[in-house]
């Protein structure tokens, strides 16, 4: 679905929606998955990412992202050197993920302290992206709702868990989405809010037994 | 928001608002927000765009390609030209916010960031010689931004997606429709005034020079200002086009997929492709592109894996 503000905007800084906007929202969704700024990222660019992305600030754009920066963040200008002074490690690499894969698509391996995480997303025109692929797991996030993901145990009851919990603090579910590596192995959620889900219910979730890892996802397009 | 113009009158008609107000009804129902929040965000869109075109009119520094920076200033310290200064004002203050765009400045992406120069152009030139106050900019933004959210379900935005007629065609239909509505146009005017920009963007393809958006991007945005300028006058004035504006949406998004990827934003056809834009490319660094263009000269090789978006 198509909102006013995909049309007047992003607020962004240029040259390009898509190659630059775009490629600065997947790196902020990459860095809001793994918690923060990571140490060290090695970044795969695949099709027209790879090919017309050095003109596009393509790179400084998902070093800005991964930094967390915003789209409209002048500082994407500098990200390069400010991603160096941080003391985060990147590496870019030109791959070929296939002719099914989306021409502006970019695959990320992060580390940030003891936590790696590996994600997969493309930018869909006009500053809009899809991620794609969470550590394997595939998953359908746009960022224009609040996320949250979950990956724990596959164990019993946990959806009805963390829908109660969620509607326990009287938040509004839009979406949840479930996929696992194998019966009773590991299980990823996605959950799409109207409202940000507060710190509070987060730390709640984190504790659970089976839970092992909960990343909040904020909302992009503002 | 709206699948087509038919739907977003339909609504006008039924419950008695005029286009801006139906376009905030629904954006405020599907996304949660207050409309004061929205016209707050609106406005704050107004002064990016403002921001953008000082900007590009006092700064004249090259883009880092050194393929444009300083032809916005250039154009309007030549003056009033065969028009007059509104004319002239209009095409410079277009290429001013694609110049700022090319140096990673800060604009506003309407309905894309290649196709940012159209609507601030058109409405902020016009604004000044026909009066129109910040409030009602932010009303003709809303009915700009329904026309654009029409097309993006219909057709396409993005230039890997339809060509420069979805980037530059789909601002130019947004500008001129905000026109005819600020002009005090009817519902059937302002679909008038799309469907006669649109008729005149058919086809136009997306071919930038060493795939920056840059040249003839800078260009095109004022030649669409041109255009839905143009169409919102004429539609004013009651000419009629005999083809339904969804109609011709539709036709847009039809060429747009059969365009040959080359001619979708790769930057491996059209004015990119021709030796002059290769040497462009090769001086900006681009090897990879380069060579993919020279395969492609040679051996009309394939080039699909690299569209569409």
Same mark, same amino acid.
């Given at each position: 679905?198509?909102?006013?503000?995909?049309?007047?905007?992003?607020?962004?800084?240029?040259?390009?929606?898509?190659?630059?906007?775009?490629?600065?929202?997947?790196?902020?969704?990459?860095?809001?998955?793994?918690?923060?700024?990571?140490?060290?990222?090695?970044?795969?660019?695949?099709?027209?990412?790879?090919?017309?992305?050095?003109?596009?600030?393509?790179?400084?754009?998902?070093?800005?992202?991964?930094?967390?920066?915003?789209?409209?963040?002048?500082?994407?200008?500098?990200?390069?050197?400010?991603?160096?002074?941080?003391?985060?490690?990147?590496?870019?690499?030109?791959?070929?993920?296939?002719?099914?894969?989306?021409?502006?698509?970019?695959?990320?391996?992060?580390?940030?302290?003891?936590?790696?995480?590996?994600?997969?997303?493309?930018?869909?025109?006009?500053?809009?992206?899809?991620?794609?692929?969470?550590?394997?797991?595939?998953?359908?996030?746009?960022?224009?709702?609040?996320?949250?993901?979950?990956?724990?145990?596959?164990?019993?009851?946990?959806?009805?868990?963390?829908?109660?919990?969620?509607?326990?603090?009287?938040?509004?579910?839009?979406?949840?989405?479930?996929?696992?590596?194998?019966?009773?192995?590991?299980?990823?959620?996605?959950?799409?809010?109207?409202?940000?889900?507060?710190?509070?219910?987060?730390?709640?979730?984190?504790?659970?037994?089976?839970?092992?890892?909960?990343?909040?996802?904020?909302?992009?397009?503002? | 928001?709206?699948?087509?113009?038919?739907?977003?009158?339909?609504?006008?008609?039924?419950?008695?608002?005029?286009?801006?107000?139906?376009?905030?009804?629904?954006?405020?129902?599907?996304?949660?927000?207050?409309?004061?929040?929205?016209?707050?965000?609106?406005?704050?869109?107004?002064?990016?765009?403002?921001?953008?075109?000082?900007?590009?009119?006092?700064?004249?520094?090259?883009?880092?390609?050194?393929?444009?920076?300083?032809?916005?200033?250039?154009?309007?310290?030549?003056?009033?030209?065969?028009?007059?200064?509104?004319?002239?004002?209009?095409?410079?203050?277009?290429?001013?916010?694609?110049?700022?765009?090319?140096?990673?400045?800060?604009?506003?992406?309407?309905?894309?960031?290649?196709?940012?120069?159209?609507?601030?152009?058109?409405?902020?030139?016009?604004?000044?010689?026909?009066?129109?106050?910040?409030?009602?900019?932010?009303?003709?933004?809303? !009915? %700009? =931004?329904? /026309?654009?959210?029409?097309? #993006?379900? &219909?057709?396409?935005? $993005?230039?890997?997606?339809?060509?420069?007629? +979805?980037?530059?065609?789909?601002?130019?239909?947004?500008?001129?429709?905000?026109?005819?509505?600020?002009?005090?146009?009817?519902?059937?005017?302002?679909?008038?005034?799309?469907?006669?920009?649109?008729?005149?963007?058919?086809?136009?393809?997306?071919?930038? !020079? %060493? =795939?920056? /958006?840059?040249?003839?991007? #800078?260009? &095109?945005?004022?030649? $669409?200002?041109?255009?839905?300028?143009?169409? +919102?006058?004429?539609?004013?004035?009651?000419?009629?086009?005999?083809?339904?504006?969804?109609?011709?949406?539709?036709?847009?998004?039809?060429?747009?997929?059969?365009?040959?990827?080359?001619?979708?934003?790769?930057?491996?056809?059209?004015?990119?492709?021709?030796? %002059? =834009?290769?040497?462009?490319?090769?001086? #900006?660094?681009?090897?990879?592109?380069?060579?993919?263009?020279?395969?492609?000269?040679?051996?009309?090789?394939?080039?699909?894996?690299?569209?569409?978006?």
């Amino acid at each position: 679905m198509t909102g006013l503000f995909d049309i007047l905007g992003p607020r962004m800084v240029g040259p390009s929606s898509s190659h630059t906007a775009g490629a600065c929202r997947l790196g902020y969704v990459v860095q809001a998955i793994v918690g923060g700024a990571p140490d060290e990222a090695v970044v795969g660019l695949h099709g027209s990412f790879a090919m017309t992305g050095e003109g596009h600030g393509t790179r400084a754009a998902i070093l800005g992202g991964l930094l967390g920066f915003r789209p409209d963040d002048p500082r994407i200008r500098d990200s390069q050197e400010l991603a160096r002074e941080a003391g985060l490690d990147t590496r870019f690499e030109i791959v070929d993920l296939g002719e099914e894969a989306h021409p502006n698509t970019a695959r990320f391996a992060v580390q940030r302290g003891d936590d790696r995480v590996e994600v997969t997303g493309c930018s869909i025109g006009g500053g809009r992206i899809r991620v794609q692929r969470i550590d394997g797991f595939p998953v359908d996030l746009s960022g224009s709702l609040p996320t949250v993901v979950v990956v724990g145990d596959d164990v019993p009851g946990t959806v009805a868990e963390i829908t109660g919990m969620i509607a326990g603090h009287g938040l509004n579910l839009a979406t949840i989405r479930v996929d696992r590596t194998g019966r009773g192995e590991r299980a990823l959620m996605t959950i799409e809010t109207d409202e940000d889900v507060p710190a509070p219910v987060l730390a709640e979730l984190a504790e659970r037994p089976w839970v092992h890892w909960v990343r909040n996802v904020h909302q992009l397009n503002d | 928001m709206f699948r087509s113009i038919g739907d977003w009158f339909a609504v006008c008609e039924t419950t008695g608002v005029d286009l801006p107000t139906a376009v905030m009804q629904t954006e405020a129902r599907e996304s949660g927000r207050d409309p004061e929040a929205i016209r707050a965000k609106i406005a704050d869109a107004l002064a990016v765009m403002r921001q953008a075109v000082s900007e590009g009119l006092e700064t004249t520094e090259p883009s880092p390609s050194g393929l444009t920076g300083g032809r916005a200033r250039r154009l309007a310290d030549t003056g009033p030209g065969l028009l007059g200064p509104t004319f002239t004002d209009m095409l410079s203050r277009a290429i001013a916010t694609l110049e700022v765009n090319a140096r990673m400045g800060l604009i506003m992406a309407t309905p894309t960031a290649g196709a940012a120069g159209v609507v601030p152009a058109v409405l902020l030139t016009l604004a000044e010689d026909r009066g129109w106050s910040d409030e009602q900019l932010v009303d003709a933004l809303l !009915v %700009a =931004g329904g /026309v654009g959210a029409v097309i #993006a379900e &219909r057709a396409s935005i $993005a230039g890997a997606g339809g060509g420069c007629q +979805a980037e530059t065609g789909s601002a130019a239909a947004m500008a001129s429709a905000a026109v005819a509505w600020l002009e005090g146009g009817t519902r059937e005017q302002v679909a008038q005034a799309i469907a006669l920009t649109l008729q005149g963007m058919l086809g136009l393809i997306c071919d930038p !020079v %060493a =795939g920056l /958006v840059e040249i003839p991007c #800078a260009y &095109r945005n004022a030649s $669409a200002a041109v255009n839905a300028v143009a169409a +919102a006058e004429m539609a004013l004035a009651g000419l009629d086009f005999p083809i339904p504006v969804d109609e011709v949406i539709d036709v847009m998004g039809e060429v747009g997929s059969k365009l040959d990827v080359r001619y979708r934003e790769t930057a491996l056809g059209g004015l990119a492709a021709t030796p %002059a =834009g290769q040497r462009i490319a090769e001086q #900006a660094g681009m090897e990879q592109l380069v060579q993919l263009q020279r395969k492609g000269r040679t051996r009309g090789e394939d080039t699909r894996r690299f569209g569409p978006s």
